[in-house]
């Protein structure tokens, strides 16, 4: 049994501490779900929390798995928080795919198992999609078979969470996957997504898994805590000293081992999907924060005691 990880409270911090915390790094990765809401509901005093950081000298840039809502309502809304921020540093795996697709001078016809808005995504780059069916069919193979095989050209399979799932469009994908020269790209692999403090629900992460599994071929992810995502960011915002990174969240599977796992330093905030309890237990140290802190509003306070 491995021993427990001492995890410290941002404002248990001593002066010294603080300040030596405070200077340790540059640019700030934020998740925004659990973060600075949970679904339809301000977390208490988040807003306030990032412009202490900024104020402070920070780059905030946020990073989510979510590409379900829109960039401009994801903006939107956090602007609605005083928070202010440029769709240069909003990302997520939407965004996050197109850049590597870029990147590769991707060129052919993909199929996209995706919601509107990471289709909308796609579509205003220039790339060509293909998706569907979005039909209810009869309780019948033949049928089934007619609308899963194909001979369509396609070059690339992208999946992410779609409203509309069904094993008619998983078939289709696992069908297209068989092709070695077509590439697989995962977007958010989430198992579960906190709709409150103390609700979550299952996340299109458990999908991915299955698709893989079928395709017997693993996917590039493009979504939290990959090294595909790592990867895009530190080119995009130049960044040459991962140490110099807090990586901030609320899920110890996404957030927590994102930062780890690319070099980051990590802070949890309990106002999401995760419990002080739950990070007690948990034992893998790629998914143990360096500090935690009860919410974003705790820097309003680290900060009154530095000045104090």
């Not at 809502?69 to 994801?74: F, L, S, V």
């Not at 995706?114 to 019948?140: H, T, Y």
């Not at 078939?171 to 996957?177: I, N, Q, S």
Request: aromatic fraction near 8%.
């Amino acid at each position: 049994m491995s021993t427990p990880i001492h995890v410290r409270n941002i404002l248990d911090l001593s002066s010294e501490e603080k300040v030596k915390f405070l200077e340790s790094f540059d640019h700030v990765f934020s998740d925004i779900d659990g973060v600075v809401w949970n679904a339809r509901t301000i977390i208490a005093g988040s807003g306030d929390g990032f412009a202490e950081l900024r104020k402070a000298g920070k780059k905030i840039t946020f990073i989510t798995n979510n590409s379900v809502r829109t960039e401009e309502a994801c903006l939107e809304k956090l602007r609605n928080n005083n928070i202010e921020i440029d769709a240069n540093h909003l990302m997520h795996p939407a965004k996050s795919t197109v850049e590597y697709l870029k990147n590769i001078n991707f060129q052919g016809l993909i199929y996209i198992i995706a919601s509107d808005a990471f289709k909308s995504v796609l579509r205003k780059e220039g790339f060509q999609l293909k998706d569907g069916p979005n039909v209810i069919l009869d309780e019948s193979f033949s049928q089934l078979m007619q609308y899963v095989m194909d001979r369509e050209p396609i070059k690339a399979v992208i999946i992410d969470f779609d409203f509309n799932l069904s094993l008619c469009k998983m078939m289709k994908a696992v069908h297209y996957a068989r092709q070695s020269d077509c590439l697989l790209i995962g977007g958010a692999t989430d198992i579960a997504l906190p709709i409150s403090k103390d609700m979550t629900i299952m996340g299109a992460g458990v999908f991915v898994k299955a698709f893989e599994q079928a395709a017997k071929r693993e996917m590039l992810v493009f979504g939290k805590p990959s090294e595909a995502l790592a990867n895009v960011l530190l080119k995009r915002y130049n960044i040459e000293k991962r140490e110099r990174v807090l990586m901030i969240g609320d899920m110890l599977e996404q957030d927590i081992r994102f930062g780890k796992t690319s070099g980051f330093q990590t802070l949890l905030v309990l106002s999401g999907g995760c419990s002080m309890s739950e990070l007690r237990g948990e034992s893998d140290r790629n998914a143990i924060p360096d500090y935690y802190a009860n919410s974003m509003k705790d820097f309003v306070d680290f900060m009154k005691e530095l000045n104090k």
